[in-house]
């Protein structure tokens, strides 16, 4: 009898299912896929070697070792005769979601797969469950509809596209075949700048959690998250932002000593990072007030799926009353 492989978001959900007695081979997908960039029309290994080059040079891991890590999973798929099913554990925020769609869109490219096809897609934390609860969620598990593999491909390509329009025309279509898609999107187009101050929502709210008190980095971190609907963002992209934002000759953030902010680098010792203080400078406060537009003072690229966000006033911004793309 064939086994089973089971694929989740990362090493503790796979933990968590060991510990449930979930039957067969259990693999983490772990891919930051909503930074950094993402080219849907390329292969699953070139696609990995590209996402493994941003985390290598963000510093967030080693790229040896990133890559072996992709490279291990992505031999497993290679592989589906040895499976007599595949089932996708997942969650509803942005962070999972876009692992969905990269193996739905995976999936509705395989068509000589054998393997039965389950999903299970929970409101919450798969990590935070009990081994008990895991163990009822798993029979459960609801056969992935031919419906669901199309909108989870034509969802992937709009996210890898250089246009991110795609994105809106098809939230405007009938998403209901994956029932946390459409949210995880939009949430996903409030990472463009803003209209009017050219910051993320992510770094507006970082900005916001800093100047009313949640001063270290780890404080700040956690008020972000608790306005979040469905956390997705981890500390690490969090810290990432802060150092973003404190780049150059006009930083929208510092120390309290004036000093610049350099996040931690892969496993290196944060105890002193996450407890020092921060401070908004004048000028993140400009920017937030929407006097400044941090695109035509920030110096560097940012990617958002298959889209370059680059320096300077032109570009892709998002219109948060109207909820809406717009080109500036």
């Given amino acids: 009898m064939k086994t089973r492989l089971n694929i989740t978001n990362g090493e503790s959900a796979v933990s968590k299912l060991r510990q449930a007695g979930v039957q067969g081979e259990i693999i983490p997908w772990q891919d930051v896929l909503h930074e950094g960039p993402v080219n849907a029309s390329l292969s699953l290994h070139d696609l990995s070697e590209l996402r493994a080059l941003f985390i290598a040079e963000r510093g967030w891991d080693d790229f040896a070792h ?9 031999r497993t798929l290679a592989n589906l005769d040895r499976f007599g099913e595949i089932v996708l554990w997942f969650e509803d925020d942005l962070y999972d979601q876009l692992q969905l769609l990269q193996l739905l869109d995976f999936f509705a490219r395989t ?6 096809l389950s999903m299970i897609v929970v409101d919450g934390y798969l990590a935070s469950l009990t081994p008990a609860a895991l163990a009822e969620l798993e029979p459960k598990r609801a056969a992935v509809t031919e419906q669901q593999l199309d909108l989870g491909k034509r969802a992937w390509a709009a ?30 187009l409030e990472e463009f700048p803003d209209r009017s101050s050219g910051l993320s929502r992510s770094e507006a709210e970082a900005l916001r959690a800093i100047e009313s008190g949640h001063a270290t980095p780890v404080a700040a971190f956690l008020e972000v998250a608790r306005h979040q609907p469905s956390i997705f963002l981890g500390d690490i992209v969090f810290y990432w932002y802060l150092e973003r934002m404190s780049e150059g000759a006009t930083p929208l953030v510092t120390w309290k000593d004036g000093s610049r902010v350099v996040a931690p680098r892969g496993k290196e010792d944060s105890r002193e990072f996450v407890t020092g203080e921060l401070q908004v400078t004048d000028l993140g406060r400009q920017v937030l007030a929407g006097k400044q537009d941090w695109q035509r003072l920030n110096r560097n690229s940012r990617w958002l799926g298959g889209v370059e966000i680059k320096p300077g006033a032109s570009g892709w911004r998002w219109d948060s009353t109207a909820k809406a793309l717009v080109r500036a």
């Fill in 66 to 74: 990133v890559s072996g890590s992709f490279g291990q999973r992505d």
């Fill in 111 to 116: 068509r000589d797969r054998k393997a039965r």
């Fill in 159 to 188: 996210f890898g596209s250089a246009d991110p329009s795609a994105i809106e025309r098809l939230i405007d279509t009938d998403t209901s075949a994956l029932r946390f898609l459409t949210p995880a999107l939009l949430r996903h």
